[in-house]
T-cell receptor, first 114, second 111 residues
Framework: NAGVMQNPRHLVRRRGQEARLRCSPM?????VYWYRQLPEEGLKFMVY????????ESGMPKERFSAEFPKEGPSILRIQQVVRGDSAAYFC????????????FGAGTRLSVL | QKEVEQNSGPLSVPEGAIASLNCTYS??????FFWYRQYSGKSPELIMF????GDKEDGRFTAQLNKASQYVSLLIRDSQPSDSATYLC???????????FGKGTRLSVIA
């Protein structure tokens, strides 16, 4: 039973480029959450999605960041025109939903912006 | 503003001792409480969850919840060097909502 799969594990981008981070939830999970962890900081919520719907994006910057979870395929967090301050670990978590709200985390994508 | 507070540590305990990690939260209506362990450079790993007041035990770990005091703790018995990690307290305000994390407590178990 595969866990939450994230790729790539490491991503290097130059300032101004685009970063695309992918997350496939655990089998049977329909809820996906994205969190960001800056160096020496705790995890901060960014966006919560279900299939084809953004449920809560209150933690995501209004500009340059977007997220989707299409009917088919992984959830994608997209960062346009990256800046050095975007360098962080980005974690995806999934949960089954309904009465089970336990979130399981993927290995994360470590984004470095040069 | 929902907040979760943890002592950043480091908390140092000798091997075999009990490690006690504490967490307070601001949202009185919070429903679910989680402890994650995070090794340096790795992702958070769920080790305990608790929903009701009182104690919940799983192996060497015991989670304690006191909703009246808005306090949740994690006890690790017979601490091992492999328990050295950052422990993250997370609170879920209501079912299927984003987790609010504390900044974590660094635990160091000295052999």
């Amino acid at each position: 039973n595969a866990g939450v799969m994230q790729n790539p594990r490491h991503l290097v981008r130059r300032r101004g480029q685009e970063a695309r981070l992918r997350c496939s939830p655990m089998k049977g999970h329909s809820h996906v959450y994205w969190y960001r962890q800056l160096p020496e900081e705790g995890l901060k919520f960014m966006v919560y999605l279900q299939k084809e719907n953004i449920i809560d994006e209150s933690g995501m910057p209004k500009e340059r960041f977007s997220a989707e979870f299409p009917k088919e395929g992984p959830s994608i967090l997209r960062i346009q025109q990256v800046v050095r301050g975007d360098s962080a670990a980005y974690f995806c978590a999934s949960s089954p939903g309904l009465a089970d709200d336990i979130q399981y985390f993927g290995a994360g994508t470590r984004l470095s912006v040069l | 503003q929902k907040e979760v507070e943890q002592n950043s540590g480091p908390l140092s305990v000798p091997e075999g001792a009990i490690a006690s990690l504490n967490c307070t939260y601001s949202d009185r209506g919070s429903q679910s409480f989680f402890w994650y362990r995070q090794y340096s450079g790795k992702s958070p790993e769920l080790i305990m969850f608790i929903y009701s007041n009182g104690d919940k035990e799983d192996g060497r770990f015991t989670a304690q919840l006191n909703k009246a005091s808005q306090y949740v703790s994690l006890l690790i018995r017979d601490s091992q060097p492999s328990d050295s990690a950052t422990y993250l307290c997370a609170v879920c305000p209501s079912g299927n909502t984003p987790l609010v994390f504390g900044k974590g407590t660094r635990l160091s178990v000295i052999a």
